[in-house]
């Protein structure tokens, strides 16, 4: 696609636009904002001011236009969302200094209408990225962001032998001083490691320790050559020196046309997700015939549920089979009826105290997957920023029925309560959004992680040729990687605990393999679920959906009887009980004793003369309060699984 530079001048806003090249975007033009005339640096949240003396030089170094504006707006509003959950008012925030990069990417795109992404250096910082991706979405945008979660080390080594070379024009963290100023990266990089491991500091400056400016890099016509500079000190003390270099003069020189070197693209899959591939390999290759068998989808027991149950415990509320009343004539859009099943869901929430936007999943069941698009049109006009977390099935609904929604919300007594992961912009990370969700949400110390199909995150495409191993090695990375994204977004100190999965399969013969893939992880135990389904998103063949437990319970210190947060481990249980006739019942428990949350997955075989409940509560006595303090029960072909607050 033609996209437009976000040009700081620094190390990142450059080499990622060596990225774009190579995956094949075309660099149209650039655009910069900066402090007014006379002000050489600003104390911007979203911005780096300093070295815009020589933006100019940079983007003709690349050879593109320039498009620049002056930053009027301040950092308004700070938190970790920008814009509002509700769809009504999720435009920008009058006065921020996010909407000064709105008006800039208006203006070039009148000048430039066939721009459709915006490249961006981000690695690490959650706040410029919920705000580029929120200017893009509003302007038709798709973001670059081809660094987002890479190791820094690594990166800065790979920039380093790309050929990009930066200078240190600015240094604010311990142990770097004015005589920093000016160096390379090359004669930084043993300096900037040693800092890393004596204080911590971020090798790349996601920190703020250091700003740099690019002379040169693999896109560069030109090379910059700084001809007058000047040191700037802000304050020079023993613990951390805040200094800048001024430009006073620079000038162009002409790059040989010989081959440029070019940036290292990271290996699609590590190491322990390249043994989750052998191992569903190895299972295919001890099969000889993989066809597809037929599936009437029967089940020994019909079980036949009540439409939209509604239930509140605590905080937690879960609403469950929401569908729209059909008609008579049986006339009835799909748009109509998406509408009609998010009203009924709305006004379950409203009647417990909650609206729309506190929820923190929700499951899309749909009879046929050519309705994913115009169902997806509709679901987004009910949310604003950080929707929530989201999978999206196609399984065999009642006659008539087209979609069945559930819940899961949390009524937090303030916004900072919930967090979300939105990322939007295509990277080697994990995939962006293909639908109105969120990746995860974060509340009452649980994560809540959309279902994940195996996608390649840098095309938003399934491997070709398709391959089953390759997608569940995917999916369960991507799982991982928002997993950890999240932990380091919030600070740490939490490890996480997978309550449970389910695994989404569209083949009944992929279902040994998955499990053969699922063992293969190197990973605690937990109540998992394997579920054939008709059909999943781009049709992938495997969609996995997790949640976590952050390991943090609320208990009460014995010293001061104060609630404080403690790390602690759950504990889990799986047995199995077998009847005469092959009847049996397995289960398996994940619990923390400490807040009393759990997850349970229940799988019943054969004919019992009782209902599965009943059964339940009289042979298997230790399930008994699990089942009684459930929040939510799923009932999915003779299996039970259950979610407890």
């Not at 090798?203 to 040191?231: A, M, Q, S, V, W």
């Not at 802000?234 to 200094?243: E, G, L, M, Y």
């Amino acid at each position: 696609m033609k996209y437009v530079a976000l040009l700081s001048g620094g190390k990142d806003s450059c080499y990622n636009l060596v990225h774009c090249s190579q995956n094949g975007h075309d660099l149209i033009a650039a655009a910069s904002l900066g402090p007014e005339p006379g002000k050489e640096e600003l104390d911007s949240y979203l911005y780096q001011t300093v070295g815009q003396d020589a933006i100019e030089f940079v983007a003709r170094a690349l050879d593109v236009p320039l498009y620049r504006r002056i930053i009027t707006g301040h950092a308004i509003e700070q938190g970790s969302e920008y814009g509002e959950r509700k769809p009504n008012n999720a435009s920008g925030v009058v006065g921020d200094e996010t909407e000064d990069l709105f008006e800039l990417l208006s203006t070039v795109k009148a000048h430039h209408p066939d721009i459709k992404g915006v490249s961006v250096g981000a690695i690490l910082s959650n706040y410029q990225r919920v705000r580029v991706e929120h200017v893009c979405r509003r302007l038709g945008l798709t973001t670059l962001c081809y660094l987002w979660q890479r190791d820094q080390a690594h990166l800065l080594s790979e920039m380093i032998d790309a050929g990009v070379e930066a200078i240190l024009i600015k240094v604010a963290g311990i142990g770097l001083t004015k005589n920093h100023l000016g160096k390379t990266l090359s004669q930084m990089r043993t300096t900037l490691s040693k800092l890393n491991t004596l204080y911590g500091s971020h090798i790349c400056g996601e920190g703020g320790e250091y700003e740099t400016l690019t002379l040169d890099c693999p896109l560069f016509k030109y090379r910059i050559n700084l001809t007058d500079t000047e040191t700037v000190i802000h304050s020079d003390n023993d613990f951390a020196t805040v200094a800048f270099l001024r430009v006073k003069g620079a000038e162009l020189e002409s790059k040989s046309d010989g081959i440029n070197q070019v940036a290292i693209i990271p290996t699609l899959l590590e190491d322990q997700y390249e043994s989750i591939k052998q191992a569903v390999n190895d299972s295919l290759n001890k099969i000889e015939s993989n066809k597809r068998t037929s599936w009437g989808g029967s089940f020994t027991h019909h079980v036949n549920f009540p439409t939209s149950l509604g239930w509140r415990k605590g905080p937690w509320i879960v609403v469950s089979n929401v569908q729209a009343d059909i008609p008579d004539d049986g006339i009835l859009t799909i748009e109509e009826e998406v509408t009609q099943c998010f009203t009924t869901l709305a006004e379950h929430l409203s009647s417990y105290g909650a609206d729309l936007s506190q929820c923190t999943m929700i499951n899309v069941m749909i009879s046929s997957m050519d309705l994913f698009l115009p169902v997806n049109a509709v679901y987004s006009t009910f949310f604003g920023v950080s929707p929530p977390a989201r999978a999206c099935v196609c399984v065999d609904l009642p006659k008539t029925v087209r979609v069945r929604l559930e819940c899961i919300a949390y009524a937090e007594i303030s916004p900072r309560d919930r967090q979300a992961l939105h990322v939007q912009g295509l990277s080697y990370w994990a995939p962006a959004n293909i639908g109105p969700y969120s990746q995860a949400i974060t509340t009452g110390e649980r994560v809540f992680i959309s279902g994940q199909i195996g996608l390649i995150p840098s095309e938003l495409a399934l491997p070709i040729p398709r391959s089953l191993s390759t997608e569940m090695a995917l999916a369960s990375q991507h799982v991982e990687r928002i997993a950890t994204a999240l932990k380091e977004n919030s600070g740490g100190g939490w490890e996480g605990f997978t309550l449970s999965a389910i695994y989404w399969i569209t083949e009944p013969n992929h279902l040994i393999h998955v499990k053969q893939g699922h063992l293969a992880h190197k990973s605690r135990q937990y109540p998992t679920l394997f579920v054939v389904v008709k059909d999943l998103p781009k049709h992938a063949l495997v969609e996995k959906q997790v949640i976590l437990h952050t390991g943090r319970c609320h208990v009460v210190d014995n010293y001061d009887g104060e609630l404080m947060l403690q790390s602690c481990i759950p504990l889990y249980d799986c047995r199995i009980l077998n009847y005469d006739s092959g009847r049996s019942i397995l289960w398996q428990t994940l619990t923390f004793k400490e807040d009393h949350s759990a997850c349970a997955v229940i799988f019943i075989k054969g004919e019992f003369e009782q209902s599965y409940a009943t059964e339940l509560r009289e042979m298997v006595s230790s399930l008994t309060q699990t089942l009684e303090q459930a929040l939510s029960i799923r009932y999915s072909n003779d299996t039970y699984s259950v979610f407890l607050q």
